[in-house]
């Protein structure tokens, strides 16, 4: 068969199937330069890593505080409660550690 003959294939398709083949071809093309614009789209490609980079550290941060809300003893949390409200109906005691400590750190700054 040389170049200039017509195959036997394409002289039997009708077309409605040429129009077809015709068609699925755009697509294909309409797909392909989409991938294309996609890739060479560096602004978008900079912003789908930051926005992967973030889910994946909020991931992580949420899952670290999970741990370690886990290692924490609930006794911490109610006895911060405890001294709170000790220190509400008694203020003395902690009012005297206060000015003892509040006197110890102008001691040292004023010995620099």
């Keep these: ?3 200039q003959e017509p195959s ?3 002289e039997q398709r009708s077309p409605e199937e040429i129009q077809e083949d015709i068609e699925q071809t755009r ?6 330069a989409a991938e294309l614009a996609a890739k060479a789209d560096v602004k978008a490609q900079a912003k ?3 926005d992967s980079a973030k ?12 741990k370690a809300k886990q290692a924490t003893p609930d006794n911490v949390g109610s006895g911060a409660q405890s001294v709170a ?5 008694n203020p003395l005691p902690f009012a005297v550690a206060g ?3 509040v006197g ?3 001691g040292r700054i004023l010995r620099r």
């Design 1 to 3: 068969m040389t170049e």
């Design 8 to 10: 036997t294939e394409q």
């Design 27 to 32: 697509e294909n093309l309409g797909d392909t």
């Design 48 to 50: 789908a890593k930051a």
């Design 55 to 66: 889910e994946s550290a909020q991931r992580k941060k949420d899952e670290l505080f999970g």
């Design 85 to 89: 409200s000790t220190a509400q109906q």
């Design 99 to 101: 000015a003892f400590l």
């Design 104 to 106: 110890i750190v102008v």
